[in-house]
Structure formats: structure tokens, C-alpha cells
């Protein structure tokens, strides 16, 4: 599925470059850039959705996100915009093609541990702040919330 050229895909409906090209940005923004020594592939990898953007010549995500069920929350993880497309709001237009995703299934919240860093990104995009700030992989994180339908 695609919403505004971002693509909807459960990994075993993504192609190896696909998925190639999703992790090599999450793999070089969460381990090269951040230095976080946690393990970016995890088990909700296997059922999550993954929300990306490829480049022309498909070869590099220019953003991605991943979106799963957890406890009966939907939760979004590892958000990530390379290096070369930063400054031209595809991390906006992404969790906004996210939101619309999730409304057309009638889902009421969506979830994230956001890095605090970039809690004012969240911010500006309707995210609500739950509970304390938290450490996850030696980063400083905070839940969030996002109302999707009223």
C-alpha cells in the first residue's frame, strides 16, 4: 500500500532491496550516527509494519518507520530520516501518511518512546507527553501519545 509515496509493507511482503535499504538507514542513523549499542532488528520486526521511502534509483531509504501492536497499543519505533533528506520534512510527511494509515483502521492512538532530543518534532505533530523521561540504550527517551481519531 502507498500513502503520499510512502510504502506500507509487512517484511515478508518487502522485496531484499527494500528491506536492504531499510535497514541500511536504520542500521547507520541508530548504530553509526547514535551509537547505540542495543540491537536495531528485533523480534517486531517480524510483524511489524514497515513505513518507508526509497530514492529514484532504489537504493537508499530517504526515511522510515516501523508501526506494531504491543499490549493492545500501536506503537512506532526506529523513526528515521537519512542524513541527505533531513531539513526537507519527510519525517512529518511520513508520520503524517502513518496517521492517515491508522485512521482508515480506525485506530484511536498511536504510541512512541521518543528520543528527547527530538521530543519537539513529536510536538508539533500533536504528541502528547506520558509519564517521566526514561533511559532505553543509553538514550534518554519519553512516551508519547498521538490522538488519531477523536
Given amino acids: 500500500m502507498k500513502?503520499?509515496?510512502?510504502?506500507?509493507?509487512k517484511i515478508d511482503e518487502m522485496t531484499a532491496r527494500e528491506f536492504y535499504c531499510v535497514e541500511r538507514l536504520r542500521n547507520t542513523t541508530f548504530v553509526a550516527e547514535q551509537k547505540i549499542t542495543l540491537p536495531d532488528l528485533d523480534d517486531e520486526d517480524l510483524i511489524a509494519v514497515q513505513v518507508y521511502l526509497l530514492n529514484q534509483k532504489q537504493t537508499t531509504?530517504?526515511?522510515?518507520?516501523?508501526l506494531f501492536?504491543?499490549?493492545?497499543?500501536?506503537?512506532?519505533?526506529?523513526v528515521a530520516v537519512a542524513k541527505e533528506a533531513r531539513g526537507m520534512h519527510l519525517g512529518s510527511q511520513m508520520l503524517e501518511a502513518v496517521h492517515q494509515f491508522l485512521q482508515a483502521d480506525h485506530v484511536a492512538a498511536l504510541y512512541c518512546h521518543a528520543q528527547m532530543r527530538v521530543k519537539p518534532f513529536y510536538d508539533k505533530l500533536g504528541y502528547?507527553?506520558?509519564?517521566?523521561?526514561?533511559?532505553?540504550?543509553?538514550?534518554?527517551?519519553v512516551m508519547m501519545k498521538k490522538i488519531i481519531i477523536q
Fill in 3 to 9: 500513502i503520499d509515496n510512502f510504502t506500507f509493507k
Fill in 69 to 78: 501492536q504491543e499490549d493492545g497499543k500501536w506503537m512506532l519505533g526506529r
Fill in 61 to 66: 531509504a530517504l526515511a522510515t518507520c516501523r
Fill in 128 to 141: 502528547q507527553v506520558i509519564g517521566e523521561p526514561f533511559d532505553e540504550g543509553g538514550v534518554e527517551h
